[in-house]
C-alpha cells in the first residue's frame, strides 16, 4: 500500500524557467493539499483540491503559481518564472473522503516525501 | 486571526521526559496534530486530538484543552532518534487545511 508519492524529490531549475510538481494520493484518498516549508520556516498551506476541482487557494501566491488535479493522473503544482525566493520543500498530503464532499482528517492525514525546489 | 505559537527549540537528555508545549487562537478549530519531521524529510503523523483530554500511544502523549486553547507532547525515555523539529497544527474549518506552527527544534543529549 503505497504511501503519498511525490516527484522529483530534488529539481533544481535557473530563474525564469518552469517547476512541474507532482503528487500521487495514497489510494483511496481523494483529498490533496500541498504546503510550502521555506528554508527555517514552518509549512504553510497553498491549496487544497479535490478531482478536477480546487477548494481552497486562498494561500496560493497571486501570480505564477497554479494546481491541478485532473480526473486522471496525479495533482500538478506548476510554479512559472521561478524566481530565488521560490527555493523551497514542497510538501503534498492527502487525506480519504468522510462524505462525498468533505475529507476525514485524524490520523489517515498523510505528507509525501516532498520535492527540494533549487532555483539558482 | 489563527496563531499557533511554540517555543522554537529544547534540549534534553536521553533517558528523560520532555513536554512539548503549544497554544493555538484560531475559529471553527477541528481537531489539532502533533507531527515529527527529521532534517530533509516529510512530517511524519504523531497524534491526533479532536477531544479535551489525553492520548497515549507508546512513549508519546498529547494532551488537549479546548476552553485555553493549548496542547502539549509528552515524551517519555527519550532516545537520541527522537532529536527532530515537532510541528503543532491545527485544523481549522471543514476542508482539512492545517495550519502549523513554526515547530520545536528538540535536541536530545547522552
Known amino acids: 500500500n503505497a504511501g503519498v508519492m511525490q516527484n522529483p524529490r530534488h529539481l533544481v531549475r535557473r530563474r525564469g524557467q518552469e517547476a512541474r510538481l507532482r503528487c500521487s494520493p495514497m489510494?483511496?484518498?481523494?483529498?490533496v493539499y500541498w504546503y510550502r516549508q521555506l528554508p527555517e520556516e514552518g509549512l504553510k498551506f497553498m491549496v487544497y483540491l479535490q478531482k478536477e476541482n480546487i477548494i481552497d487557494e486562498s494561500g496560493m501566491p497571486k501570480e505564477r503559481f497554479s494546481a491541478e488535479f485532473p480526473k486522471e493522473g496525479p495533482s500538478i503544482l506548476r510554479i512559472q518564472q521561478v524566481v530565488r525566493g521560490d527555493s523551497a520543500a514542497y510538501f503534498c498530503?492527502?487525506?480519504?473522503?468522510?462524505?462525498?464532499?468533505?475529507?476525514?482528517?485524524?490520523?489517515?492525514?498523510?505528507f509525501g516525501s516532498g520535492t527540494r525546489l533549487t532555483v539558482v | 486571526g489563527q496563531n499557533i505559537d511554540q517555543p522554537t527549540e529544547m534540549t534534553a537528555t536521553e533517558g528523560a521526559i520532555v513536554q512539548i508545549n503549544c497554544t493555538y487562537q484560531?475559529?471553527?478549530?477541528?481537531?489539532l496534530f502533533w507531527y515529527q519531521q527529521h532534517a530533509g524529510e516529510a512530517p511524519t503523523f504523531l497524534s491526533y486530538?479532536?477531544?479535551?483530554g489525553l492520548e497515549e500511544k507508546g512513549r508519546f502523549s498529547s494532551f488537549l484543552s479546548r476552553s485555553k486553547g493549548y496542547s502539549y507532547l509528552l515524551l517519555k525515555e527519550l532516545q537520541m532518534k527522537d532529536s527532530a523539529s515537532y510541528l503543532c497544527?491545527?485544523?481549522?474549518?471543514?476542508?482539512?487545511?492545517?495550519?502549523f506552527g513554526q515547530g520545536t527544534t528538540l535536541q536530545v543529549k547522552p
Open positions: 497544527a491545527v485544523s481549522s474549518g471543514n476542508t482539512g487545511k492545517l495550519i
Open positions: 484560531t475559529s471553527g478549530f477541528n481537531g
Open positions: 498530503a492527502s487525506s480519504p473522503a468522510h462524505s462525498e464532499i468533505r475529507p476525514a482528517i485524524g490520523d489517515g492525514y498523510t
Open positions: 489510494k483511496g484518498h481523494s483529498h
Open positions: 486530538n479532536v477531544l479535551d
